[in-house]
């Protein structure tokens, strides 16, 4: 077991299947001899050369769209989003393309394919630097979306993803990635896309969260253990399709949910959450579902007084859990 | 007297006389796919009449047991070449299950067959010209010789993936050929609203490889730069951009009346200039299509024709339930 | 009062506003001359010219991007997407640009623009040709999404999209054009963009649906009304941002509660219905929230049998409301 | 003997004293920022640090209070000139309430300034492109004779807006000019990985307009095809498309380190064809620009950015409710 930080799981889990499988490879906006802008493909360069880590021109529907193409002939690219924020220049390629692919041609062709990206806010980068996308995508057939929390998770996750027949977009916390450090084994393994885990045992109420939520979630749940109130977290790993089961099941134990993220509120991947809950848990609920998110505004300001009034945090939380208690 | 073209170019009689064939064959099924569609048998046709000499004269060029090609809707030429048949192209109309194609999921026209390295298509234009560049790209990767091949409308060369993906190939030096079949009309916009350059094949200068504007209505000429960019291709020259000019000879679809937009003149100049009626006239002066060859061809055609049309006819479509497989690779069964 | 078909009250918006305003004009692919390829801007070509009624070069991006330019002008451009399924390419224009304009420029820039197109599926129009793609688009703030499901709402509705200071994504569904017609007044009318509308009063079942769904929601009322079972009807018709009072209204009213989209279901915009009132009528329910919507496969097929399958219809429909009824 | 250019051109003393103010003005903000920025003051910088002469260049050739504009982040040159003030950048740096381009909302460099036709910017490249457009076209259409003017890196020239931009504006013959500020990196990656043809100008063809590639490095040269660029799109004959070739003098920014992928050779190379520097020795070789002018010209300079930075740092940053403001046109106020 070795103590890594959130971004060394991504970049050892790509360093591994990239030695593991040549056919694993690249690519995105300065991933090469720069180690990409956060550093997550430090290293990666000088050990597989610049064929396999490729510094692509500035355009990300071609990096989408040439990884689909080499998926399809058989490779397994990993392309790299500078940004969750500039991936909508090739939601084309991903939603009309890859996530249809296998769909489309009747199980004839396959898109083995991962696309990277950080989100997510809370580092003064403002309205581009800091969106969570994840609910652009979290309604598309075909596509897995998974949004690690832990460096264990990451590491496991963004493996299978990588071994995985089908699109994968991996998005990471961007302020886990320095912040966040965890225990990763030094075997080999991978997690299972699609099931979510529980991070935190509890009897009196239930938290579902994803990515830094989990984190928030848990620090609040420790406040709250002080007072007596024991809480339940559950982290989706899997935000797309979601792991129906576990959030039923999560539901149930304790009849008081909590749903939090950090995207806008209206038609968050949350949304879903709430209304699998409605739909198979509703007699088992003591509480209305409760959601914590950021406001309905496009996206968090660079002003630190603007930024840190759309970030949750534990602070919020755990404000949002003791009401739910007091219910 | 007419000149012998085709010998030049290395093609023999026995070569140029299989394109006349598979263009002919190429039009009778699309012809054949109207009748059915005015019948009410099939709900939507989109043709490849009048741009089969560009289809084929760039199919042949290729290798078709090693190349790979991601044609566009109106592609039937490219794809015959490449190995997919005319009873296929019927499952496919008739959105049957036997459809390789789709297995009736798409429309006829989204073509796909992996084992023919066709690469699947969708309605939205352009998006292939990046995956043909990632194909392109892993062939290199892998050190394998193939050359890929992309397709698309001058309208299409528009979009932003045209630009985006010719931009990587250029950068990479990628053995891609991207063909613009410029016919004319993006539906009813002329290409005059389309494009503000002289020749669709002025873009390529941008992405730093060679671009050339041909007849599209000779397979001989497109075949001949064709092979020229193939040959560059899989010398590690990279990309190259072909622009093939030709006519659409129907309306953009079963869906759209032509006459709404277009002059009689336009449309008797289309005619005037059909590429089958053409390259006939040019092997029968070289007496390298007689009347018997035509004869024996045009009735195993039909007969080949008639065959798909019934088979396909009378196939079943596939299950409601099968709605619900191949989201995913490890799909349960329903 | 005329009796016009959904897409004549469509057309017949656009040609007032038109009139009413020089700064309005049309711009995309194939809608001057043929006047469109389902005919919704036939006429305007000839009566406004090609300067106003524009045949744009085949790309969305450039259609969405140039409007926006045009509207933070001062301009009101309507763009039409030929085809739902081919907004795609123009995510970026809509979502990181149109979007964000009035926020991020503190209130200093807008863009009153409309996007038209259609949408949905019934029409053997396959993978590309049938989808519903709100869910893309629902869950950005500073977008005003307007579904109508009749001609009356059509047009009152587009005429005020084409008079809001903000982007509206107008989608129309495609099997509607010419299947449903209803009474338009002469005079001019707007219908306030937010507000959802009650088509029919029930006391035993709450049905929320919108477009089509509507249609079969009213056929299916019809046929539980002679059981003397009593169907209340909301047309959601904005689906973004909702209409959260009319909703937590119409679900306290009966207690019951079918949430109907031909979309996929998970992800949908009835997610969010559905959170919306787990939220806060959760004890005002007497059943669990049922949904009623497509499989989860990336869209409708083109051969028959597989097409039928996907496809919400008022048998369907009726099902789902008879299952609750008996809960 | 230096040989006076800017006479040539039409050019005042004065005006190209002012040039060279505006220039030097950008660059000591720039400056400024980075040292704030190191100071922990403020979190973020990209620099216009060795692109001031393609910036005025264009600016001074456009009419400032007519003409609309659709800057790039490193455009402080451009948005000096547009009216913007050295206080209203520093309360941008600063994320401050009263900054005009956002009240605090967006990063520095990110432009907008509706009094001044400074068009509202975003962080995804190139969407610019196209809003350039579509007021050119607004602007046609309502018989207006202003110029719109948009600018962009070589890098984002790759993006499809680029190409779609471009193409509407070549189609439809708008009065736009699109600037290409080429500084021979995007980020980490060099031109040579970005584009393969030999001058991003060469993109023009492809959609009907002229295109040019400049030195960069010298303003008059800049001016010089920006004012035949105006002059056209005045006229009625559509789009032009320039490419400057400069230098980024800083990494790309504060975040980032370019001795990790830039030689000392390079970033030498880079230092020695510094604008400024250049344009003040061709000044004062004509004895435009005297030892007095320029003292006095440096002091008033710093005095300006002195008095900006105090007014920024101090003032109030947005109350945090107020990010709930201006989702939509008709907002509750909270
Ligand atoms: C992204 C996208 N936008 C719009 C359409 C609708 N559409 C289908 S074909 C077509 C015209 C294509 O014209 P061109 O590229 O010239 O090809 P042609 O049909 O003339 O061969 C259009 C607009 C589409 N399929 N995809
Ligand atoms: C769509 C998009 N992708 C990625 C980025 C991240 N990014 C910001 S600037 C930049 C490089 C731009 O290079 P270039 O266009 O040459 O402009 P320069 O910074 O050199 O002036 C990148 C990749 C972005 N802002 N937008
Ligand atoms: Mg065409
Ligand atoms: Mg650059």
Redesign the pocket.
């Known amino acids: 077991m070795a103590n890594l930080s959130y971004i060394d799981a991504i970049t050892l889990a790509m360093k591994e299947e990239m030695e593991r499988d040549d056919r694993v490879f690249i690519l995105g906006?300065?991933v090469g001899l720069k180690g990409g802008?956060f550093k997550a493909t430090q290293g990666l360069y000088d050990e597989f050369g610049e064929e396999r880590v490729i510094d692509a021109p500035?355009?990300?529907s071609a990096i989408v769209g040439v990884g689909i193409g080499a998926a399809m002939y058989g490779l397994r690219p990993i392309a790299e989003?500078?940004?969750a924020?500039?991936i909508?220049?090739a939601v084309n390629q991903i939603i009309s393309e890859a996530s249809r692919i296998r769909y489309r041609s009747n199980n004839d062709w396959n898109c083995p394919m991962v696309i990277r990206a950080p989100f997510g806010g809370g580092v003064h980068g403002a309205l581009?630097h800091s969106q969570s996308v994840e609910a652009v995508f979290a309604n598309q057939p075909g596509l897995k979306i998974v949004i690690p929390s832990t460096p264990y998770d990451a590491k496991g996750l963004l493996k299978a993803a990588i071994r995985d027949d089908d699109p994968v977009l991996f998005f990471e916390h961007k302020r886990a990635y320095r912040l966040i450090k965890g225990e990763v084994p030094e075997e080999d393994y991978t997690i299972e896309i699609g099931k979510a885990d529980v991070k935190r045992e509890g009897e009196d109420l239930t938290v579902i969260t994803y990515g830094l939520g989990v984190h928030f979630a848990l620090q609040a749940a420790e406040r709250l253990e002080k007072d007596g109130i024991s809480v339940h977290v559950l982290d989706l790993r899997t935000i797309y399709p979601l792991d129906k089961e576990a959030i039923i099941e999560a539901a149930k134990k304790t009849g008081k949910v909590l749903l939090v993220t950090e995207d806008n509120k209206e038609g968050s991947v949350m949304s879903e959450v709430s209304a699998i809950i409605a739909e198979h848990a509703l007699f088992d609920l003591d509480a209305p579902i409760k959601r914590l998110a950021g406001p309905d505004v496009p996206a968090m300001p660079y002003a630190p007084t603007m930024e840190k009034f759309f970030m949750i945090n534990p602070d919020k939380v755990e404000v949002a859990m003791r009401e739910l208690a007091a219910f | 007297m007419t000149e012998n073209k085709h010998t030049a170019l290395g093609l023999s009689d026995e070569v140029v006389l299989d394109m006349y064939r598979t263009m002919l064959l190429a039009r009778r099924i699309d012809e054949r796919m109207w009748l059915l569609n005015r019948a009410g048998k099939i709900p939507f046709v989109i043709s490849c009449q009048g741009q089969e000499a560009a289809q084929i004269g760039a199919a042949f060029a290729l290798n078709n047991e090693k190349d790979y090609v991601a044609p566009y809707y109106r592609d039937m030429g490219v794809v015959l070449h490449f190995g997919m048949t005319a009873k296929e192209l019927m499952l496919s109309a008739f959105a049957k299950a036997e459809d390789p194609n789709s297995g009736g999921r798409q429309m006829p026209g989204h073509f796909g067959q992996k084992k023919n390295r066709i690469i699947t298509g969708s309605s939205p234009v352009t998006t292939q010209v990046p995956h043909a560049v990632g194909v392109a790209l892993a062939g290199k990767m892998q050190k394998e010789d193939f050359v890929t091949f992309v397709s698309l409308g001058e309208g299409s060369s528009n979009q932003g993936d045209f630009h985006e993906g010719a931009n990587f190939a250029g950068v990479h030096k990628l053995p891609v050929i991207i063909m613009v079949e410029n016919n004319r009309y993006a539906i009813s916009v002329p290409l005059s609203k389309q494009v503000a350059c002289e020749n669709v094949s002025d873009r390529a200068i941008g992405y730093g490889m060679p671009g050339v504007t041909v007849d599209g209505n000779d397979p001989l000429e497109v075949y001949k730069v064709m092979k020229e960019a193939a040959d560059r291709a899989r010398n590690g020259e990279g990309p190259s951009l072909i622009e093939t000019i030709c006519y659409r000879l129907t309306a953009h679809s079963s869906d759209d009346d032509h006459r709404q937009y277009r002059t009689e003149e336009d449309l008797a100049e289309g005619r005037a200039n059909d590429p089958i009626v053409r390259f006939a006239a040019y092997l029968k002066d070289l007496g390298v299509l007689t009347s018997e060859i035509e004869e024996k061809m045009q009735e195993e055609i039909m007969a080949e024709v008639d065959e798909a049309t019934d088979y396909a006819e009378n196939a079943p479509y596939a299950e409601p339930e099968h709605a619900l497989q191949y989201v995913y690779g490890n799909h349960e069964e329903v």
């Open positions: 906006e300065d802008v500035l355009a990300e989003m500078q940004f924020d500039f909508m220049p581009y």
